[in-house]
């Protein structure tokens, strides 16, 4: 069995076959979906999900992109909704360089506020980073974001990035980039992550993994996630399903 620890099942693409999606990541051992709002729209949506499904649980954040909207109407929302017995996480939070939508300065305090947020309610954080891993390990370190520890989402950094997220009470999580014939740094990181520090994730609609990467992406597919980090990782698929499922509930308190 494994757990899907990031997806978002809300998102259009699902709209026309939702739930035959969610019965073929069933019938593909896919025991637990973790899925993420992100703002205002997302987050009722994962709500109701949650709710909906034992079996699927919620986090709830800011992503860095929708950073200029934030309002501190909209942190105090999210820091209610910690108190919901399916929220398992806040996030995805984080910084983004790559998608000019929010101003740096305001992402990295819309991130800061989140980080005290967790702390107060103690609960982890799953974060969001493109193109911008010194700050974000930066920042995790100023706001002391050890102190909750949580996940580096579909993680892309370098492996003295990833050092420093270790470091500080972080999971690695891996999706359908490291399955690419080409992903060598992924790879690499993947291959020195310790055990007990590893997670899988497809993040779909969105990164699929070889062999349907350029279409849809869905929960089922987390097992060639899984499969590619057994063969790096030299050790049978059955191992790692186990470990990172583990992994996975420790992390999120399942």
Not at 32 to 56: A, H
Not at 105 to 119: G, P
Not at 239 to 249: F, L, P, S, W
Request: glycine share 4%; hydrophobic share 35%; aromatic share 10%.
């Amino acid at each position: 069995m494994l757990i899907d620890t990031h997806v978002h099942l809300n998102a259009e693409q699902f709209n026309e076959d939702r739930e035959q999606v969610i019965e073929r990541a069933r019938q593909n051992g896919v025991s637990i979906m973790i899925n993420v709002g992100f703002n205002r729209e997302t987050i009722p949506e994962t709500i109701e999900l949650s709710e909906k499904y034992d079996f699927i649980y919620a986090i709830v954040g800011w992503h860095p992109t929708d950073a200029i909207h934030m309002t501190p109407d909209d942190l105090n929302w999210i820091e209610s909704l910690c108190n919901h017995k399916k929220v398992v996480a806040i996030g995805e939070i984080g910084l983004d360089y790559y998608w000019d939508t929010s101003p740096k300065d305001i992402q990295q305090e819309v991130f800061r506020e989140q980080i005290r947020l967790a702390r107060k309610v103690n609960k982890p954080i799953v974060i969001h980073n493109r193109d911008a891993h010194q700050d974000v390990v930066d920042i995790l370190a100023e706001e002391n974001a050890a102190e909750v520890g949580g996940v580096m989402h579909c993680y892309s950094g370098s492996w003295e990035i990833a050092q420093k997220c270790l470091d500080m009470n972080f999971y690695i999580s891996f999706g359908g980039p490291v399955t690419f014939k080409n992903a060598k740094q992924p790879k690499e990181v993947l291959k020195n992550v310790p055990l007990d520090k590893l997670l899988v994730e497809t993040d779909c609609p969105y990164l699929t993994p070889h062999p349907y990467r350029g279409k849809r992406n869905e929960p089922a597919y987390v097992k060639y996630v899984a499969e590619s980090a057994a063969e790096l990782k030299d050790l049978s698929f059955d191992e790692v399903a186990r470990i990172t499922t583990n992994n996975a509930k420790k992390c999120f308190q399942i």
